[in-house]
């Protein structure tokens, strides 16, 4: 649950790194320049106070809202273990101009370019963007209180990125790893903030995890210290049924879903949560997810998959990443241009995908590098 921040601040110019009001976007964020604005109300685990970023394209038509990944905790000890990379406020600028993949916006393969104004939303509690629950994992002679509420986060959001951008033509929710969690689950938030606009969610590496791949006793233990059970919508109980939830309810939404069968950082989750099978529990759930919960021939939800171990792809160049005879670029270009050639790109349905038996399984020290 991961991600791999593009580049930092270490050219000169390129972030207007200045805390401001809402009041002062106007005069102070200059164009194409990264700003921080504050959220009131918005918490870290350890209570610091969250905020947003945004990069104003001048004239721009549209919005991309990214969520940040950054691993994922549920216990006192994977918290301190650092299975979440960032429990506090961090401001760790992101490169919307050059950077990597999506974020280089002159990659003339890259559909979210000088037309998108992009919001950037951190992660620092913990549970994927979608905690509602404070919990004390210490003792009563050493607390330890987490606050999971990424759920709330991601809600003030959106609504500081509504009053900035109240008529979009069309709006991009886009996550990697718990942020790609965190896209389909905030499916319902877009819907409800921009309904008049075009709309579309692209999940990258947010394996939408369910018993049996993982052990049914500790995801629920996980979904209910994070606070899930008060967030999710109502008769669903995990987030492969939620996908399910979401392409049926919001038929004028496209999703897209973006993995690769052997991902090593979801791997490592899957055991984490006690998957007695971790080598396949990626790649059955997904097989799963279009198999039963999307469906092969449902118009507005469709599925890269890739053959590899990669765990975010649209941190790469987009034309770089391939499976069957799409490249990523192509593939998201269709998918927000509503073109009809968007299909399903899936290596599984025609060859047999291989899993090593006798891998080394992923320790903490192997997914650092991705969180």
């Given amino acids: 649950m991961g991600m791999?921040?593009?580049?930092?601040?270490?050219?000169?110019?390129?972030?207007?790194?200045?805390?401001?009001?809402?009041?002062?976007?106007?005069k102070t964020c200059e164009d194409n320049k990264?700003?921080?604005?504050?959220?009131?109300?918005?918490?870290?685990?350890?209570?610091?106070?969250s905020f947003m970023t945004l990069t104003r394209r001048p004239n721009a038509q549209h919005l991309l809202v990214y969520l940040t990944g950054g691993g994922a905790c549920w216990s006192a000890d994977?918290?301190?273990?650092?299975?979440?990379?960032?429990?506090?406020?961090?401001?760790?600028?992101?490169?919307?101009?050059?950077?990597?993949?999506?974020?280089?916006a002159k990659d003339a393969a890259n559909p979210f370019g000088s037309n998108y104004s992009v919001v950037t939303v951190p992660y620092c509690t913990g549970d994927a963007h979608v905690g509602a629950r404070t919990i004390d994992y210490g003792t009563a002679s050493?607390?330890?209180?987490?606050?999971?509420?990424?759920?709330?986060?991601?809600?003030?959001?959106?609504?500081?990125?509504?009053?900035?951008?109240?008529?979009?033509?069309?709006?991009?929710?886009?996550?990697?790893?718990?942020?790609?969690?965190?896209?389909?689950?905030h499916m319902r938030t877009l819907a409800n903030e921009y309904p008049n606009a075009e709309k579309f969610v692209v999940s990258d590496a947010g394996t939408p995890f369910r018993p049996p791949y993982v052990k049914a006793d500790a995801y629920k233990t996980v979904m209910l210290n994070w606070g899930a059970d008060q967030t999710l919508p109502a008769g669903q109980t995990d987030f492969s049924s939620l996908v399910a939830y979401n392409t049926k309810t919001y038929p004028d939404i496209r999703f897209g879903?973006?993995?690769?069968?052997?991902?090593?950082?979801?791997?490592?989750?899957?055991?984490?949560?006690?998957?007695?099978?971790?080598?396949?529990?990626?790649?059955?759930?997904?097989?799963s997810l279009s198999d039963q919960y999307i469906g092969?021939?449902?118009?507005?939800?469709?599925?890269?998959?890739?053959?590899?171990?990669?765990?975010?792809?649209?941190?790469?160049?987009?034309?770089?990443?391939?499976?069957?005879?799409?490249?990523?670029?192509?593939?998201?270009?269709?998918?927000?241009?509503?073109?009809?050639?968007?299909?399903?790109?899936?290596?599984?349905?025609?060859?047999?995908?291989?899993?090593n038996p006798n891998q080394a399984l992923p320790t903490i020290r192997d997914v650092r590098s991705h969180l």
């Fill in 78 to 104: 994977s918290c301190k273990k650092g299975l979440a990379s960032v429990l506090t406020r961090q401001e760790t600028p992101t490169d919307w101009n050059e950077g990597d993949g999506v974020g280089n």
């Fill in 4 to 26: 791999r921040y593009w580049g930092l601040a270490v050219l000169a110019g390129v972030f207007c790194w200045s805390v401001i009001s809402s009041a002062e976007i106007s």
């Fill in 142 to 185: 050493s607390p330890y209180v987490i606050r999971h509420q990424g759920y709330k986060n991601v809600q003030l959001a959106f609504d500081k990125v509504k009053s900035l951008f109240p008529t979009p033509q069309k709006v991009v929710l886009l996550g990697c790893s718990a942020g790609g969690i965190g896209a389909y689950y």
């Fill in 296 to 355: 092969k021939d449902t118009t507005n939800a469709k599925v890269f998959y890739t053959n590899t171990s990669r765990h975010c792809h649209t941190v790469e160049t987009l034309e770089t990443v391939t499976s069957v005879d799409a490249n990523l670029g192509t593939w998201l270009t269709d998918m927000v241009t509503d073109k009809k050639g968007w299909e399903n790109e899936r290596p599984d349905l025609s060859q047999e995908i291989f899993i």
């Fill in 257 to 287: 879903f973006i993995s690769s069968y052997q991902d090593k950082v979801m791997t490592f989750f899957a055991l984490a949560v006690g998957s007695t099978s971790p080598f396949t529990a990626v790649r059955d759930t997904i097989i």
């Fill in 34 to 49: 990264e700003c921080l604005i504050e959220l009131p109300g918005s918490t870290c685990a350890d209570g610091t106070s």
